[in-house]
């Protein structure tokens, strides 16, 4: 059994808000074998900011190997998990704290900086017999991630009418661009108050996010009313999340969902969850084609280093984006 040490338990919050929708269960789910695909991506996006993808072709046995592989991983005893790690923070094995802001959730995690579309190296000693293994089965999953990543990205500009179909597209799979892969562990939480704070509410800073849980719940998105839906697991498809930068980039026409975890009493959740980012030194401006005639910016310009760096003085359930808007914009319905 894994046992998660300090912070404690009663130092993780309970969920902020637990407005939930009664009964209200539904995620988009778009059949990628369809040629209507790309409307239906375009419309969640718009309207929800979130959606799930079935016939993705992501090989169900490549997902295996690497959940097989983290599993492992978590399995360790808790000394052997702490001694895991990267020179460059935030990367390597984190318990409970999540950033450097003093935000704790009930989860552990391994994250993975990606140099040149492969992991970069994070020191595993007490994890040296598996180590290759798991690193092969890290770096098919980022390829095929990147590919997923790829083609969303293009159906969403082709939804969007830009004339340029990899105008979004080659901004994460340029060899510089600015990529995460993230192994999230949520042991069942013995003690459970209700509602207690898996990970904590917030939007993804970058494009999008591509997000493969095993069959455990937990994970909910914020409507755009506040009110809260908890989305039924389902480990044969991903959960798709805009974040940020590409709300930027359509000039508010997609917005970045919040979204949460919610500690679970008796199951163990295992998540996957690959984060599409743009080079640092890339502007993140809204893309001109988009734009209609006498429509500005919404934000003032910016590059993703500095959104990152700017991010990471942030708290997790911050609103990020407030700091970059222009006081006055005209906005888009
Ligand atoms: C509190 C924080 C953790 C985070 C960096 C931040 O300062 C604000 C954004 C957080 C987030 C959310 C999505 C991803 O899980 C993540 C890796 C990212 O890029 O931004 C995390 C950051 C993190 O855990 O370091
Ligand atoms: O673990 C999950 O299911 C979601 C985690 C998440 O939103 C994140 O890591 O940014
Ligand atoms: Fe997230």
């Known amino acids: 059994m894994v046992v998660l040490t300090t912070p404690s338990i009663d130092q993780i919050p309970l969920l902020k808000s637990t407005k939930q929708v009664p009964h209200f269960t539904y995620v988009p789910t778009i059949d990628l074998s369809k040629p209507e695909s790309t409307l239906s991506i375009v419309n969640a996006c718009k309207s929800l900011g979130f959606f799930k993808v079935k016939n993705h072709g992501v090989d169900m046995e490549l997902i295996e190997r690497l959940e097989d592989g983290a599993r492992e991983f978590f399995s360790l005893a808790q000394y052997e998990k702490e001694i895991c790690g990267s020179t460059k923070a935030p990367f390597g094995y984190g318990n409970k704290r999540i950033g450097p802001n003093g935000d704790v959730g009930w989860l552990e995690y391994l994250l993975f900086a990606i140099k040149n579309g492969a992991v970069d190296h994070v020191s595993m000693p007490s994890f040296q017999a598996s180590y290759n293994v798991f690193c092969s089965a890290l770096n098919e999953y980022i390829s095929a991630m990147r590919n997923l990543a790829s083609q969303l990205?293009?159906?969403?500009?082709?939804?969007?009418?830009?004339?340029?179909?990899?105008?979004?597209?080659?901004?994460?799979?340029?060899?510089n661009s600015d990529q995460i892969l993230r192994l999230n562990h949520y042991p069942p939480c013995p003690r459970l108050?209700?509602?207690?704070?898996?990970?904590?509410?917030?939007?993804d800073?970058?494009?999008?996010?591509?997000?493969?849980?095993?069959?455990?719940?937990?994970?909910?998105?914020?409507?755009?009313d506040g009110r809260w839906i908890s989305a039924p697991p389902d480990p044969n498809s991903f959960f798709v999340i805009v974040g940020d930068s590409l709300q930027v980039l359509t000039n508010g026409r997609f917005k970045s969902v919040?979204?949460?975890?919610?500690?679970?009493?008796?199951?163990?959740?295992?998540?996957?969850?690959?984060?599409?980012?743009?080079?640092?030194?890339?502007?993140?401006?809204?893309?001109?084609?988009?734009?209609?005639?006498?429509?500005?910016?919404?934000?003032?310009?910016?590059?993703?280093?500095?959104?990152?760096?700017?991010?990471?003085?942030?708290?997790?359930?911050?609103?990020r984006l407030g700091h970059f808007e222009k006081e006055t914009g005209n906005l888009i319905n």
């Open 258 to 319: 919040r979204h949460r975890v919610v500690a679970q009493e008796h199951k163990s959740r295992l998540s996957m969850i690959y984060f599409a980012g743009p080079p640092v030194s890339q502007r993140i401006t809204p893309l001109p084609e988009l734009m209609q005639d006498g429509e500005e910016s919404m934000y003032r310009e910016f590059t993703w280093g500095e959104y990152k760096r700017a991010a990471y003085k942030t708290r997790l359930a911050d609103y």
């Open 193 to 203: 108050k209700s509602g207690l704070t898996g990970f904590g509410e917030h939007t």
């Open 153 to 175: 990205l293009q159906q969403i500009a082709k939804g969007l009418l830009i004339a340029s179909g990899d105008a979004l597209s080659s901004l994460i799979t340029n060899e």
């Open 205 to 224: 800073p970058q494009l999008i996010s591509i997000l493969r849980s095993n069959s455990v719940g937990g994970l909910q998105f914020a409507l755009r």
